[in-house]
């Protein structure tokens, strides 16, 4: 799924994510789950208007005709028809294992519901061996770049080969999404590597993976807080020399509570926009959250199209 | 040190808290361990000409005469020299245990250097017991209420005696601070009681705890995260009923890492200032960190004195 229209270089905004979005060369076939909820039929209509992807719609059997009503007002949209919600996900999911799909969004629908068939060993969609994680990209007005962080929704304490996943696939959606050498930060509350914290240990040794090019091209630093790794100032009063501090793209936080607390404090404290997807899987999925800012759903549609 | 000066109610901003401090009828008698960095001469010297509080100043003999000098220009500054370092902090130690100073203050000494006197079974400030955790106040602009927060420096990994601790030291200093009944956010990615996530039950023991009044006049709700806690409009969507959504006051933490996570982000991209100081010690310590906020041991300090 290489993008080859991506010629603008490091995304600036989410202004600029949509834009690439709509003058993608190729659109993306997205497969919504259930759009039954009024927000993601809001979203479908827009980008189908706009002719920016098209859509592959599964619906339970009860909301069928409301669907086919949306589907007939545009062009570019199919409906797939089931009895229930389930099999409206089970569907979905083998429409994009086919190949018929390139994204998997969620509607109206529970998002554990959405899950089960996606982690379904035998016609879902996350590898045998890969990582199923949670990479969120946001744009705080205080600070220049956009910041793609992980793991704000999906594991609760991560081992050092989820961090190595995390790492890998923040990597892969930086250079997809036009930087061709990200700045990765490893987030803690020390600066040091110190035995008494594991995860600095698993730090270490992806740094040194990084150095060795194992990742890519790109340049990995920490342990750092938050404060270092986007503040160069901060850094400089504690005399870290690290090429990541004061200008990270990318946050990797050691544990969930951590990420969700950064996630929650930019969207509240900030009205930081977020736009978030699942990576592991052969196809991003999208699982947007109630409580997102309004055009949330919109900005992960477009990343996961992106990717 | 329960002070009756306060009769402004709850705290507004730190414009609020400096106007408390100098309206103080007892001074309080602060410590201060090696002032001999500029920063904490500044705030020494602002605070002794504003007779908000009396200084007691220890010092190695090596910078014996420039804090002999500082001290003669103000009035209710005393100086006593130490052969070095180590035993500036020592002493400064002792004249808090000894009742003479009311509260600790560090100067142009490594943290680890001061925190061996006060952690000393002995002659040292935290009673046998008791736990050593670290509080700090913050004020964000897009929340009418200062925020008091839990535990960003001490302790890394909390078990649930650390987690009641920090409830209590955190009520206490809302009481103290005019606040009659503070509202207390137990912070956690998820909502719901679930004996995956071993904080959610030790939050569900507290809560029980706060119910039957164990920790005086307070609510405490969670585990929610910290836009729930602040954001009555988020805690609507995602309809969740507790008086403590979108109304904290307190934040407690469940890792030292997501707390450290909210202090450097909105200290970075909110431009907060921040004012912290120990507690589960007889007497408050004051720890400024080197790449604090321009004002923060000055409001470091008056917190450690209204306490």
Redesign the interface.
Known sequence: MMNSTLSGGKLSSFDDLIARFKAMTTKRRVVVVCPTDEPTRAVVEQCAAEGSAEFLLTVEAEHADSVRELASRHPGIEVFVADDIDGAATLGVKLVREGRGDVLMKGGINTDKLLRPVLNKEYGLLPQGEVLTHITLTK?P??PNMLLFTD?AVI?APNAEQLRAMVRYTVEAEHRLGNPCPRVAL???TEKINP??EYTLAYDEIMKEAAEGVYGECVVGGPM????A??HH?AE??GIDSPVAGKADVLI??????A???Y????????APMAGVLRGTTAPVVIPS??DHDNSKLYSLALACLL
Chains 1, 2 share one sequence.
């Open positions: 705080v205080a600070y704000a609760p987030i803690h509350f008494k914290f807080d938050v404060k270092t986007c503040d901060s009063i504690k936080f050691p544990i969930l509570t951590a969700n607390t950064f929650k404090t930019v969207s509240f404290f900030c009205d109630r409580a």
